[in-house]
């Protein structure tokens, strides 16, 4: 390659041609090739690998900030040991701010659940490396929960009722629901008398089972809702027992952890094998899921998210 360009730089054009004619026209041919030839050289060359001093994780927020700072820093030391680098956490009131951190270079690694990636992917180019399992399977649900005093035994009941949703953006907690009601004939913007954000899955179902609202969106790791997000965060089995499922939706691809793009290929590295190692352990897995209630990571792929993609479409969600 060094010699092809030296070559290149070395082309002179004689000063006149064979009948005696100027040569500046002939001149600028050549300066031409050059020029194109040395712009075909520097894209064929890879770009510099981004190697930051501090790398910065961000978590987006599926439960309220302190117990997400609790969640953050068990996973902040696990990078910080796998890649021998200082990490600084990340965190955010919601998915986009994850998504513009990344987008402007402040934050090099991320947990993004399913849309909040497909988001991140087009609009900051993040890639995936890995995605959560639970049982075995890279899926979760979405469930539309109610009280069992409330009197709702449908999806068709909820129309002029009051709705909690986590984050537009939430897969589970919004985007899947939306779909399931729409199915069931109910427009969410129209249908029902009110609809709120709460920024959390904790806070959905807290809402649910203080009356607050009439019925919301929340997560489970399986279509009974054994493992859930009222199951996990209601302490009080008197609180649990008042939660009924109205409806689960199709299985949902699974949360993954992705990178910047052009994040320094050997810090990437280290980051999927301190993850696939802990995955592959049972002591691993139990630390994982005291962390992050999955139990491993498993090797993950743009189009994993292609249900994902379509459920967007579904609901008009422009990326």
Not at 111 to 120: D, G, I, T, Y
Not at 182 to 211: C, F, S
Not at 282 to 305: C, L, M, N, T
Request: overall charge positive.
């Amino acid at each position: 390659m060094k010699k092809f360009v030296r070559a290149l730089f070395a082309l002179r054009a004689p000063n006149k041609t064979r009948h005696g004619s100027p040569v500046a026209a002939y001149r600028r041919l050549g300066g031409t090739v050059l020029l194109g030839a040395l712009t075909l050289v520097a894209t064929a060359l890879p770009a510099q690998a981004y190697a930051p001093k501090v790398l910065k994780v961000g978590f987006t927020p599926w439960e309220n900030p302190s117990d997400m700072a609790k969640t953050a820093a068990p996973m902040v030391e696990i990078l910080s040991k796998a890649t021998g680098m200082k990490v600084q956490p990340f965190l955010s009131t919601d998915y986009s701010g994850v998504i513009s951190a990344m987008q402007v270079g402040k934050v090099d690694v991320a947990f993004f659940p399913p849309a909040a990636f497909v988001m991140a992917e087009k609009k900051a180019g993040a890639q995936v490396l890995l995605k959560s399992q639970f049982n075995g399977k890279a899926q979760y649900y979405g469930a539309i929960i109610t009280r069992k005093d409330s009197g709702i035994t449908s999806l068709k009941d909820l129309k002029g009722r009051t709705f909690a949703f986590v984050d537009p953006t939430s897969a589970s907690g919004a985007i899947y629901p939306k779909a399931m009601l729409m199915d069931a004939g109910i427009t969410p913007e129209r249908d029902l008398k009110r609809m709120l954000y709460a920024n959390g899955h904790d806070a959905v179902v807290l809402a649910v089972v203080r009356g607050k609202v009439d019925a919301g969106a929340a997560y489970c790791n399986d279509p009974e809702g054994k493992r859930s997000a009222w199951s996990t965060m209601l302490k009080d089995p008197k609180d649990r027992a008042q939660v009924r499922v109205l409806a689960v939706s199709k299985p949902i691809p699974a949360d993954n952890m992705a990178v910047r793009k052009g994040l320094d290929p050997a810090i990437v590295a280290k980051i999927k094998k301190a993850f696939l190692d802990l995955s592959a352990t049972a002591e691993g897995r139990a630390k994982i899921r005291a962390i992050y209630q999955v139990d491993g990571f498993v090797p993950a792929q743009s189009s994993d998210y292609d249900s994902m993609r379509e459920a967007l479409r579904k609901v008009n969600l422009k990326i």
